[in-house]
């Protein structure tokens, strides 16, 4: 047996408080199974952690391998536990996918205190003999995805499915909200429990930012974690979340530990690193290119807790192949080869999930698939991503002129999925487009929307340039057009807001604009105006006349002397005249005397 201080060399730095970005979509764990031709379960099973519910902290309870009755599958009946394990930071671990693990005298290499392994492909005699060497077993199983090789496949509905994984054959999301999905994840999660397993690693919950077909959001995802942990906790199995750290904040309360694939890759460890914070571990994987072989420089800087590794610290850390076999590195530097079982029965009617087929491509052919890979590694150096020796990703990052992007966002950016058929470039190479991992979202670009237009505008380069090598012409017209998209999408919306300014502003200028004068309208004028002047004259005449006639009404009549003598009034006004005469002198004669 191998020393068991070979995984405890995960020693992490200082972890950073950056804001975390959206993490990513199918993190590149394509394994190419071709000796055992095997499809496994999307990616690698992420261990999930529970703080509250049933259970404790206590990592050494001895109920994990109890009573799981004769059956070598453990299917009758599982342990009887009284509280729920927590796995501790720092813990050590390997995590063995591609096939089942074979034990030597009853014990595995390395000597690692948890073991990561498919629920499906082992039985619970391994799991008991683990567990009886005081190891932790977690057992993993695609959670969010239908798998066309496992043994209940036959149980889901065609409206349970939605489209297909991209670059997993065989696979097709999952309805989350489904209550026969529900149902058979159900038996899965208490055929864990019977076989004694300590912990599930439900696999692809990230479907809301996958191009899934079903409309699946963030909270369906954290919805069907709380269904699992419910189910989970029933048994006293802790539970943890795979990647998808978009949605920690709102499950970490009840996900007991993380399972993260290349976050030192991406410079994304802070992410995660509230597990840590928590008390939770995060059991981190990272696929070196050339690994078994791995460049010491490239390992150190991947197990660095500074740098591209800032937020990781006590992360448990291991260096693996992409197919999840019995290779594994950690941290010190030490290697180990786990013993695989021969290959499962399962293995015979599937394909390999990812690689190249069976039969080889031409020589040449393949060949010049070689040199145009080499060259694209040294144009992107960074931005390359292997999923297998015929298979990769290219990061294309938009540049967007006349767009600023706060310090703690990236620019708009996609991952262009190329993979070789065996007769490229003779024909045309098999292209997807993927969203970024952790990629904000942006107002004028979108994977999910613009994916097949996308694909569509590559079909005459790709014609034109069958026979030779077209990745990089086949990127940079993809960039392009993706770019001229968004700014065709901006130009059209300045348009927009262009066209309403103007409209608003031709609405409060009529505020201060009469009719505008034409000589018909002039016309029409002028003839009001002279009516109403007339009108007005005519009037003022009118009122004129009648004050005229009220004043001659008022106006005293002066008697004629014909007119006085017969009223005998003669002599009469003339008395009164002197009368009133006389008086007036004496009343100026008075004013004078008392002056």
Same mark, same amino acid.
């Given at each position: ?6 995984? $405890? ?7 950073? #408080? ?8 199918? +993190? ?6 071709? +000796? ?22 206590? *990592? ?20 009887? @536990? ?5 796995? =501790?930071? %720092? ?18 290499? &390395? ?19 683990? *567990? ?42 999952? %309805?989350?909200?489904?209550? #026969?999905?529900? =149902? ?17 690693? &439900?696999? #692809? ?17 954290? %919805? ?16 943890? !979340? ?7 904040? $709102? /499950? ?57 590794? +800032? ?36 293995? =015979? ?19 010049? *698939?070689?040199?145009? @890979?080499? /060259? ?61 991992? %952790? ?23 790709? *014609? ?31 348009? /927009? ?8 502003? @031709? ?8 009719? &505008? ?34 004043? $001659?009404?008022?106006? &005293? ?25 006389? !008086? ?12």
């Amino acid at each position: 047996m191998e020393p068991s201080e070979a995984s $405890k060399e995960h020693s992490p730095a200082g972890a950073s #408080n950056r804001p975390w970005p959206r993490w990513k979509i199918l +993190a590149v764990v394509g394994a190419v199974l071709v +000796a055992l031709g095997i499809g496994l379960g999307v990616g690698l099973g992420v261990g999930l952690t529970h703080r509250g519910g049933h259970g404790d902290s206590d *990592q050494d309870n001895t109920d994990s391998g109890s009573s799981a009755g004769d059956d070598p599958n453990g299917l009758q009946n599982g342990p009887n @536990r009284t509280s729920t394990w927590q796995p =501790s930071v %720092n813990a050590t671990w390997q995590i063995v996918l591609e096939s089942a693990i074979k034990l030597d005298d009853g014990t595995a290499s &390395p000597d690692v205190a948890i073991w990561d392994l498919d629920l499906f492909d082992n039985n619970a005699t391994t799991f008991k003999a683990l *567990q009886r060497d005081g190891k932790k077993v977690i057992c993993y199983f695609s959670a969010g995805s239908y798998e066309d090789f496992r043994p209940d496949k036959g149980r889901f509905k065609e409206s349970d499915l939605g489209k297909p994984l991209d670059g997993w054959p065989g696979e097709r999301w999952l %309805n989350l909200s489904s209550t #026969n999905v529900r =149902s058979i994840m159900k038996d899965r999660i208490r055929l864990a429990w019977s076989k004694g397993c300590d912990a599930i690693d &439900p696999d #692809n919950v990230d479907g809301y930012q996958n191009d899934n077909g079903l409309k699946l959001t963030a909270q369906d995802s954290i %919805n069907y974690l709380q269904f699992l942990h419910g189910e989970a906790s029933s048994y006293r199995m802790a539970i943890g !979340l795979k990647n998808a750290g978009g949605i920690i904040p $709102k /499950v970490i309360d009840f996900i007991n530990f993380s399972v993260n694939e290349q976050c030192a890759e991406y410079s994304e460890c802070e992410t995660f690193a509230p597990f840590v914070k928590a008390g939770k571990p995060v059991f981190h994987i990272e696929y070196p290119k050339g690994a078994p072989n791995i460049d010491t420089a490239r390992a150190a800087d991947l197990c660095s807790r500074q740098g591209i590794g +800032a937020g990781s610290e006590g992360f448990s850390t291991v260096l693996k192949k992409m197919d999840l076999d019995g290779f594994v590195q950690y941290c010190n530097g030490k290697k180990y080869d786990t013993a695989l079982a021969p290959s499962s029965s399962k293995t =015979s009617n599937i394909p390999p999930r990812l690689g190249p087929s069976s039969t080889s491509a031409a020589t040449m052919g393949r060949e010049e *698939q070689v040199e145009e @890979r080499e /060259v694209l590694e040294s144009i992107f150096p960074e931005e390359i991503t292997d999923i297998s020796e015929t298979e990769f990703r290219i990061k294309v990052v938009l540049d967007i002129p006349d767009e600023e992007t706060p310090e703690d966002e990236e620019p708009p950016s996609f991952l262009l999925s190329v993979r070789y058929p065996d007769e490229y470039p003779d024909v045309a190479p098999h292209l997807d487009i993927i969203a970024s991992p %952790n990629a904000p979202s942006h107002l004028h670009f979108s994977v999910g929307e613009d994916r097949d237009q996308l694909l569509a505008d590559l079909a005459d380069t790709i *014609q034109e340039n069958l026979g030779m090598a077209m990745i990089f012409t086949l990127y940079s017209t993809l960039k392009e057009a993706a770019e001229q998209l968004v700014q065709d999408r901006k130009a059209a919306e300045a348009k /927009v807001h262009e066209e309403a300014a103007l409209a608003a502003e @031709r609405e409060e200028n009529k505020k201060f604009h009469g009719t &505008p004068v034409t000589p018909e309208t002039f016309l029409k004028w002028r003839e009001g105006f002279l009516r109403e002047m007339e009108e007005q004259r005519v009037r003022e005449e009118e009122e004129r006349l009648a004050e005229l006639k009220k004043a $001659k009404i008022k106006e &005293p009549v002066k008697l004629t002397g014909r007119q006085l003598w017969e009223k005998g009034l003669v002599g009469k006004l003339d008395e009164e005249e002197e009368e009133e005469g006389a !008086l007036a002198d004496g009343v100026e004669q008075l004013k004078v005397e008392a002056a």
